[in-house]
Nanobody
């Protein structure tokens, strides 16, 4: 069973920044770059939503709420994906989940999530 482990969450004031990291240490190294890596978030009482996604060609997709503020990146050699979050707002408060997906491999893995709280 592949495990994804997130880190970097915490409490930050509005306007601040955080950087989330996710490692897929148990993903086979030679296959890591074929996974679409993504960040999703879920706030209390709301559905899980896409934050950002990056494919093997480093093409990215962002949710409308975070465009221009968040940046997703990946390091295939380290089996890492990152989410740089700038200009954070209270409405960004949520549990952030890392995801690794590949339809050909029938794979869809989730991390356990990391809490991000934006509050003064």
């Amino acid at each position: 069973q592949v495990q994804l482990e997130e880190s970097g969450g915490g409490l930050v004031q509005p306007g601040g920044s955080l950087r989330l990291s996710c490692v897929g240490s148990e993903i086979t190294s030679s296959l890591y770059d074929v996974y679409i890596m993504g960040w999703y978030r879920q706030a209390p009482g709301k559905q899980r939503e896409l934050v950002a996604r990056i494919d093997s060609g480093e093409n990215t997709i962002y949710g409308d709420a975070v465009k221009g503020r968040f940046t997703i990146s990946r390091d295939n050699a380290k089996k890492m994906v990152y989410l740089q979050m700038n200009s954070l707002k209270p409405e960004d408060t949520a549990v952030y989940y890392c995801n690794a997906a590949n339809s050909i491999l029938h794979a869809n893995y989730w991390g356990q999530g990391t809490q991000v709280t934006v509050s003064s």
